[in-house]
Structures are given as C-alpha cells and as structure tokens.
C-alpha cells in the first residue's frame, strides 16, 4: 500500500484577526478527501497545518513516514480558504519545494491553485487539481503507481508536459454524496480545536457540510471547487455523521458550512423530525438567502431543529446595490426575515459587503440604516473582493495591478478603483461597527428602563456601554468625514 501526506495550507497563526478569535474549524474538505483515498486502499496521514508556527513543521513527518504523495488539499468549504490569502499561499509554496526535495510526488487542490495553476506548477508542484478533486486524484494516484504517462485523459487536471502546461477538460461534480465516506475524524487531532473553542467561546463548535455547490448567480460569489451545480445529502445520512460526532468528541455546536443550507424542498422539515428522534441535543449556525427562509415553514423546523444562529447574505440596505450584484433578493426581505428570525428565537447575523462598483454614500447610508434598525446578532463586514471566475473580477481585473489578494483576512484593502479612497472603507469598517454597538447598547438599555426587574448582568453591562460607544461612534464618524473624498 502506498502512503499519502495530506496537509492544507491554512495556518491559524498567520491570519492574526482568526487567531484572536480563538475559533478554529478543521480542514473538513482535506479529510473527506483521506477518507475517500483511504477507502480506495490507501495509507493516509494527515500534517495539520492549523496551529503550526511554520511550513517548516512538514519536514518532520515527511521523513517519518516518507510517503508517496505530497497533497495539500484545502478545505474548500470554508470561506477563509476561498479568499486565497498571500500568507497561506506563500506557506503553500514551502511545504511544496520540501516535499519535492523529500521526492514526492506533489498534488495540489484548492481555489487558490484552481485558479491559479501555473503559479502553482512554476512553485514546484507537479499536478493541480481542478474543481472538486476526489476522484482526479484517485485516478491521478492510481496512474502513476501504474507507470502510466499519458494524463491527458483524466479531467480535471492541470500538469507540464514538454515544459508546456496542460489542462484537461473539467471534471462534473459528484452527484450521490452519500455514496461519500464520512470524512476521516480519526487522523485529526480535536484536542488543539476544543480546547481554544471552550476558552474563547465556553463550548465546543464543529463543522459540517450538508451540500456542495450553490445554484445562485451572485456575480461576486467564486464558486471554482464546487461550481453552479447544487447537490445534497440525505437528512437521514447527516443526522447518521452527528449522531456519531456527538459521541466520539461530544460537541455542544455545530457549524453547518453549506454555501446554501436545506434547499431542496422539505429537506429541513424531515431534518427536524430525524434530530428529534435521535434525540441529539446541539445547538447549530449556518448560512442561508433570506429569500429562502421565507418560504414553506422553514424558520419554524430550523428552530425546531436547533438553529441558533444563520448568517445571511444581507451584502447591502440599498435595492440598487443588491441588483447591480446579481443577488436576486430584495430590502424587503431581509427586514421580513429578520423579523421572523427573532420573533422564532433564532439570531440574525447579516454579511456585509462595502465598495461594490457604483456604491454611493446615499448606497452606504441605507446599508448602515438596516443594520442600525434591525440590529442583528452579529455583522461581518468586508470590503468587495474581486475573485477569478467572477463577472466582478473582469470588471475590476485591469485596475488590479500587482495586489490580486489580501495577505490576511483583516486586511480589508480595496484593490480597485471606487469612489472614495481605500483608506474610506478601512476607516467605514471601524465606524459601522462602533455605531452598531451604540445602537445595541441603547436598546438593552431600554430593556433594563421598561423591565429592570428582569435584567440581568449582561443585559446592564451591554446597556451601559454606552457611555464608551456613544463618544467613539462620534470620534470614528469625524475620522470618516475627513477621508470622505473622491478616489483619484
């Protein structure tokens, strides 16, 4: 049997903002793909990437099992990975030249090499991966233990041949994804994971993917693993995965991590029913449209389910911005749905997306309006990212110069021209979250007014911090207006 190094190329510790957080997720697209290779009659290991200090860290276990193959495979389903940082690209390039110089063969998978093939091969790395991978690297492995030389008919493959690089024709994406072992918990660690969740947050998150793809033409949203099609698996084979990650690591959350969480009609409900039965007991966040959640009962059986939380694609108060990104939702909606949210006891987190093309300070007002009046549980605010693959990225491309991608995901820097400096929406991040907390904060404290007998500390601690919200949100404001001038 032949050995395979798996390792991702995401370390924690170079992304400061994800590190203070304190909330790591483990690669989930890494292990499946063990998994899938073991199954297939493989030896796979796994190097951990996640709290490593430095690339550096590979050489060890590779002299220690000297494997065949070298696969950095990413985890394609977190939205970190798929913003392509420089430092984990860089870091990628590293652990590639020392396998390469350990022998192995090098395989690579993930958005940043997907678009980005020749970087990747002219790194040293000799095959990429293109889109979802499992099957091209089964077939790849095979090949190569085989002596075989001719590539050209495995899809899904980028390599060099005579000094040429060569792209086969893309592969379709699996369709039975229960056909699919659960991925490969076992040659992970968790220990590292619950230990900074239960001292950042008091409990014990994982993740899970429930889909794969996202059928909605977001025309910002790259989608270069997974693609447009969309496909899910069954509630029962979910339920069966939590039932058995419940009693080898006992976690108290999970972290549903589907672009789209239970599309397919009734697929929600009969989820409710089956947690129900198996009487599991968690608590889960996940991302979802807004559009969605309004329709059949579906806030109901997520409550039911135990939804505590979703993210929602929220992107901007103003309609104008909304269509102009292809995002099919409406204002509306996203005040209906929060309503429903709360009214159902779940909590609403809203992503935001400042510096879209065409953005105007009326657009920018209307967007800090929403969030002040319908006060979500959490925000997420970014700044419009240009990714390969999009409509966005050909309108921006030519004003990207050298800076394609952020060194970390704190970065928050506009690479393209808008209309105002990049300096404005580094600064409209500060404010529109100091606003935020001052609005937060007068709302508990009209909670505590009308029913002081029921508050708690919480409550009168978020309630009194008004009185360092209500200054800062005027000093940021003052920081804003003086870079509220045109890009030049």
């Given amino acids: 049997m032949h050995n395979i190094l798996f390792s991702h190329s995401y370390f924690l510790r170079f992304d400061p903002k994800q590190w203070s957080a304190g909330q790591p997720y483990a690669p989930l697209g890494t292990l499946y793909a063990a998994a899938f290779m073991r199954e297939s009659g493989y030896n796979v290991s796994l190097f951990d990437t996640m709290f490593a200090h430095q690339p550096e860290?590979?050489?060890?276990?590779?002299?220690?099992?000297?494997?065949?193959?070298?696969?950095?495979?990413?985890?394609?389903?977190?939205?970190l990975t798929k913003m392509c940082l420089t430092n984990m690209r860089e870091a990628a390039f590293k652990m590639i030249r020392y396998a390469k110089s350990s022998g192995c063969t090098v395989i690579v998978s993930s958005s940043d090499s997907t678009d980005r093939?020749?970087?990747?091969?002219?790194?040293g790395a000799d095959f990429i991966l293109l889109g979802e991978a499992e099957t091209t690297l089964l077939e790849l492995t095979d090949a190569i233990i085989k002596k075989e030389r001719d590539f050209f008919t495995i899809e899904g493959l980028a390599f060099k041949h005579n000094n040429a690089v060569v792209k086969t024709p893309r592969r379709s994406v699996l369709k039975d994804l229960d056909a699919l072992p659960?991925?490969?918990?076992?040659?992970?660690?968790?220990?590292?994971?619950?230990?900074?969740?239960?001292?950042?947050?008091?409990?014990?998150?994982?993740?899970?993917?429930?889909?794969?793809?996202?059928?909605?033409?977001?025309n910002w949203c790259a989608k270069p693993i997974y693609g447009n099609r969309y496909n899910v698996r069954s509630p029962q084979n979910v339920v069966s995965e939590l039932t058995m990650l419940k009693e080898k690591f006992q976690f108290d959350h999970i972290w549903f991590c589907d672009d789209i969480f239970g599309l397919k009609p009734g697929w929600v409900n009969e989820f409710a029913d089956l947690v129900a039965q198996q009487n599991l007991q968690f608590k889960f966040k996940m991302q979802g449209r807004v559009d969605l959640l309004l329709?059949?009962?579906?806030?109901?059986d997520l409550a039911r389910a135990g939804c505590a939380n979703i993210w929602m694609g929220a992107e901007s108060g103003s309609q104008k911005i909304l269509d102009a990104m292809d995002k099919g939702t409406t204002v509306q909606q996203i005040y209906e749905a929060t309503r429903l949210l709360k009214k159902n006891g779940i909590n609403p987190s809203f992503f935001i997306q400042f510096g879209y093309l065409g953005e105007t300070k009326e657009d920018i007002e209307l967007t800090i309006k929403m969030i002040n009046t319908l006060l979500p549980y959490e925000i997420g605010i970014s700044v419009s990212y240009p990714l390969p693959g999009t409509v966005f990225f050909e309108k921006v491309k030519n004003e990207l110069h050298n800076k394609t991608n952020w060194t970390d995901s704190d970065e928050m820097a506009l690479m393209f021209r808008n209309t105002y400096q990049p300096a404005f929406y580094k600064q409209l991040h500060t404010y529109v979250h100091k606003s935020y907390r001052k609005h937060l904060a007068f709302e508990n404290a009209k909670q505590v007014i009308a029913n002081p007998f029921k508050a708690n500390y919480k409550t009168i601690r978020k309630a009194i911090s008004w009185l360092y919200y209500l200054p800062a949100t005027f000093i940021e404001k003052q920081k804003l207006q003086q870079l509220q001038k045109p890009a030049v």
């Fill in 57 to 79: 860290e590979v050489i060890a276990p590779l002299e220690k099992i000297q494997p065949t193959f070298f696969v950095v495979y990413d985890d394609g389903f977190n939205y």
């Fill in 117 to 123: 093939y020749e970087m990747y091969l002219n790194a």
């Fill in 182 to 218: 659960f991925p490969a918990w076992d040659i992970i660690d968790m220990e590292p994971y619950k230990k900074m969740w239960l001292k950042h947050a008091g409990y014990f998150s994982m993740n899970m993917g429930t889909t794969r793809g996202c059928p909605f033409k977001c």
């Fill in 295 to 300: 329709q059949e009962n579906n806030i109901k």
